[in-house]
């Protein structure tokens, strides 16, 4: 096993060879497992606005991008162009919502988009038992799944029994609703490490910066977030006054 970072507290051991660290984290305690050790942090954009996306994805940081029905209305386009334009700009993971009453209807329309967009399309169903259904099975086909509107551990546990690939817990619609978004992304992504459940925590929902850091600090493998938050994150004003004054001596 590899050596854990400084600071870990030894808490017990898992079986008879590996110990187990817990890291204090902003006040939640983080368990680190081969999942969260091995998964790289990944940033989605949460948009449907295509030129946003063309303005950023040449970057390289960004691994994905998240719709809804309510960013596809915003955007006033048809949602296949859209999902169209995005894949055109090399997008590798698109998560595309289906609707339905049941599951028969949420598999038919998962199906449908993968049949249309291949793998780059990842179906996003609702944490509903419709939606968990149709999760299993588009889960054992082969296509991948990001469960939504998340809002408690139990809805989570299920949504990895489903088999997810993604499990999107809704920080700042918690936050609005005066619940502890992070620590729900804590305590998924902790209960997940100790069930070795595969499905990644995609923190949603996220409206401020300082979000993103304590998303990844307690234990979220993805962030999705508004271009404008990944334009934040990029700005510190202490850089540009430093930049500022290094342009100034560079120059004189
Ligand atoms: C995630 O997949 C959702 O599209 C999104 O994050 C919802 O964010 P909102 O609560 O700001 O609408």
Same mark, same amino acid.
């Given at each position: ?32 497992? @081969? ?90 169903? @609702? ?41 999107? @817990? ?55 977030? @508004? ?26």
């Amino acid at each position: 096993m590899d050596s854990p970072p400084q600071r870990g507290i030894l808490a017990y051991f898992v079986d008879n060879h590996s110990p187990l660290y817990i890291y204090p984290m902003n006040g939640y305690l983080i368990t680190p497992t @081969p999942n969260t050790q091995t998964n790289v942090m990944k940033l989605f954009l949460d948009t449907a606005e295509v030129k946003d996306i063309e303005d950023r994805i040449h970057t390289g940081l960004i691994s994905g991008i998240t719709t809804n029905p309510t960013l596809i209305k915003k955007s006033g386009r048809d949602p296949w162009k859209v999902y169209t334009d995005i894949i055109e700009l090399g997008v590798e993971d698109l998560s595309i919502e289906v609707m339905g009453e049941s599951s028969s209807d949420l598999i038919s329309n998962g199906m449908n988009v993968n049949q249309n967009y291949g793998n780059v399309a990842t179906v996003k169903l @609702p944490c509903t038992i419709e939606g968990l259904k149709a999760c299993k099975h588009l889960t054992n086909i082969g296509i991948r799944v990001n469960m939504t509107l998340v809002f408690s551990v139990s809805q989570a546990l299920l949504c990895g029994l489903a088999g997810a690939t993604y499990v999107s @817990p809704f920080i700042g619609r918690m936050d609005d609703n005066s619940l502890d978004g992070i620590k729900l992304i804590n305590d998924i992504s902790n209960i997940y490490a100790s069930n070795q459940v595969n499905t990644q925590v995609l923190a949603a929902s996220v409206r401020d910066v300082q979000s993103v850091g304590v998303a990844f600090g307690v234990g979220a493998d993805i962030c999705t977030i @508004p271009p404008k938050v990944f334009d934040n994150m990029a700005n510190h004003a202490l850089t540009d006054v430093g930049l500022e004054q290094f342009n100034r001596d560079f120059l004189a």
